[in-house]
């Protein structure tokens, strides 16, 4: 069991006997009145989002969930094929699971997979990817890390502030859960 002050977003929880992921999560205090959390969950089986409001007291089911390594390979249509890195099973898995990391997905990323009852619930990328600059406005002589940002346009079509000296063609780190620039890869 699980108390409902500490459910965060991307966590899975068994809520009226149906699995659901939390979508987004807000802790709600007014004033005199009892806090509450108010959540966004959607349902895993039939994709469909609801609006729960938890006492902060209350308690909620997380179901046993086990996590499983998987390597991107390709995609075909709406599924994305995924293999298991131990058994080499190829399966496919649907864009709504992967949700906003679709824009980070490079064939042979490795990724964690939640599995329940059989099933993949839910797709974890790691939390830093390095991507190569496709399209960015050229180098600004004398440019540095603390001059103003530019747009660049990564392989994937993601865009991300760099900072002025980056040029296409160049390898850089991305942080997955904020979308923003890490650093210059190294190497």
Same mark, same amino acid.
């Given at each position: 069991? =699980?108390?409902?002050?500490?459910?965060?977003?991307?966590?899975?929880?068994?809520?009226?006997?149906?699995?659901?992921?939390?979508?987004?999560?807000?802790?709600?205090?007014?004033?005199?009145?009892?806090?509450?959390?108010?959540?966004?969950?959607?349902? =895993?089986?039939?994709?469909?989002?609801?609006?729960?409001?938890?006492?902060?007291?209350?308690?909620?089911?997380?179901?046993?969930?086990?996590?499983?390594?998987? #390597?991107? =390979?390709?995609?075909?249509?709406?599924?994305?094929?995924?293999?298991?890195?131990?058994?080499?099973?190829?399966?496919?898995?649907?864009?709504?699971?992967?949700?906003?990391?679709?824009?980070? =997905?490079?064939?042979?990323?490795?990724?964690?997979?939640?599995?329940?009852?059989?099933?993949?619930?839910?797709?974890?990328?790691?939390?830093?990817?390095?991507?190569?600059?496709? #399209?960015?406005?050229?180098?600004?002589?004398?440019?540095?890390?603390?001059?103003?940002?530019?747009?660049?346009?990564? #392989?994937?079509?993601?865009?991300?502030?760099?900072?002025?000296?980056?040029?296409?063609?160049?390898?850089?780190?991305?942080?997955?859960?904020?979308?923003?620039?890490? #650093?210059?890869?190294?190497?």
């Amino acid at each position: 069991m =699980l108390k409902a002050s500490d459910i965060r977003k991307g966590r899975t929880i068994i809520y009226e006997g149906m699995l659901y992921v939390c979508h987004d999560a807000q802790h709600v205090a007014k004033g005199n009145k009892r806090s509450y959390m108010q959540t966004k969950l959607k349902d =895993l089986k039939t994709g469909s989002i609801i609006e729960v409001r938890f006492n902060v007291d209350d308690k909620v089911e997380v179901p046993f969930v086990e996590s499983k390594e998987y #390597e991107f =390979l390709y995609q075909d249509g709406n599924n994305y094929i995924f293999m298991d890195t131990e058994t080499y099973d190829q399966i496919p898995i649907d864009t709504d699971l992967i949700g906003e990391g679709i824009a980070y =997905l490079v064939p042979n990323i490795r990724v964690t997979c939640d599995i329940y009852e059989g099933g993949i619930i839910a797709v974890n990328l790691p939390h830093t990817i390095e991507l190569t600059v496709a #399209e960015t406005p050229p180098v600004v002589k004398g440019a540095t890390a603390t001059n103003q940002p530019k747009e660049a346009i990564l #392989e994937t079509g993601v865009r991300v502030r760099v900072p002025g000296f980056i040029s296409p063609g160049e390898k850089v780190r991305v942080d997955t859960r904020t979308g923003e620039y890490i #650093e210059r890869a190294k190497g």
